[in-house]
């Protein structure tokens, strides 16, 4: 991971920039149950004044992620072409190769773009929600926290054959190329035979544990709401809309535990192949 450090370091206050605009677009999207929940109920009485904090938090929100979405293809694609180049100079690699890991090197600012704007975005959601939960009743948000570590099993139960699928399916893609030069038809044919049985196996191990880690987290739902409303008194029709929003958010956002054991696996592999 040496080397995705080393992009921090030199693009860190571009990055910087982008990962501020996500935290205070963040923050205010964490904000809009509470403040629907407030509406809600005030609307119901004839009181206006939360849905004008409600349009605020939507309209604050929303112009921090067109900034950040304007600034960042820039930085990203910036670093990508570096990257490439870098490669391309010092690399002795055959072409079939040198073509392959040019495209896989993609992945490495997809973790800059995509996987850690999703894990800011996590982090913040986790953390704010539990706090609302928590805050709303103690025993519900302990009922939600239990539900890390039955995800936590079933997500490392199939982390060694996805990492097994990704290693191999890289190896096979190396010789796209050849095989394609070679105008062998027999030969092309049965690689993309073996890419297309690679894909469906992948496709199946992802939706194993799709299907596993959101059985829990339905279970885990349904079982915090209901001691919720049974275990409160005086509940308003926006409170138990705020509560259900933010269980929800919390249990959606553990779903970020598979994507990341994918993804790491991933990038190490690609970060061994360029480095």
């Known amino acids: 991971m040496k080397h995705l450090i080393n992009i921090f370091k030199e693009y860190k206050y571009e990055l910087l920039l982008i990962y501020t605009y996500m935290l205070i677009a963040e923050g205010l999207l ?31 929100s929303t112009m921090f992620i067109y900034k950040r979405m304007v600034y960042d293809t820039k930085v990203y694609t910036k670093i990508y072409n ?22 896989m090197a993609h992945q490495i600012v997809d973790v800059l773009e995509s996987y850690v704007h999703y894990y800011i975005s996590v982090i913040v959601t986790v953390l704010g929600s539990l706090v609302f939960v928590m805050r709303g009743s103690l025993i519900t948000g302990f009922i939600v926290l239990g539900c890390v570590f039955p ?14 699928a990704t290693v191999v399916g890289n ?30 196996y992948g496709s199946t191990l992802q939706g194993k544990n799709w299907f596993w880690v959101n059985a829990v987290k339905y279970t885990f739902l349904v079982t915090a709401l209901i001691v919720f409303i049974k275990t409160s008194d005086k509940l308003s029709q926006g409170d138990i809309i705020a509560m259900y929003s933010y269980i929800s958010n919390f249990l959606i956002s553990l779903m970020s535990i598979p994507v990341g054991v994918e993804a790491y696996s991933r990038i190490l592999d690609v970060l061994r192949r360029i480095r």
Request: aromatic share 14%; proline share 1%.
């Open 30 to 60: 964490l904000l809009q149950p509470y403040f629907l929940g407030k509406t809600i109920d005030g609307l119901l009485v004839g009181n206006w004044n939360w849905l004008i904090g409600l349009v605020l938090v939507y309209a604050g």
């Open 82 to 103: 570096n990257i490439v180049m870098g490669f391309i100079h010092k690399t002795d690699v055959d072409n079939s190769s040198k073509v392959a890991r040019t495209d």
């Open 151 to 164: 995800i936590m099993f079933i997500v490392f139960k199939f982390y060694k054959k996805i990492k097994q």
């Open 171 to 200: 190896n096979q893609y190396e010789k796209k190329v050849d095989v394609i030069n070679s105008s062998n038809k027999d030969e092309i044919t049965s690689f993309f035979n073996r890419r297309r049985k690679l894909w469906i």
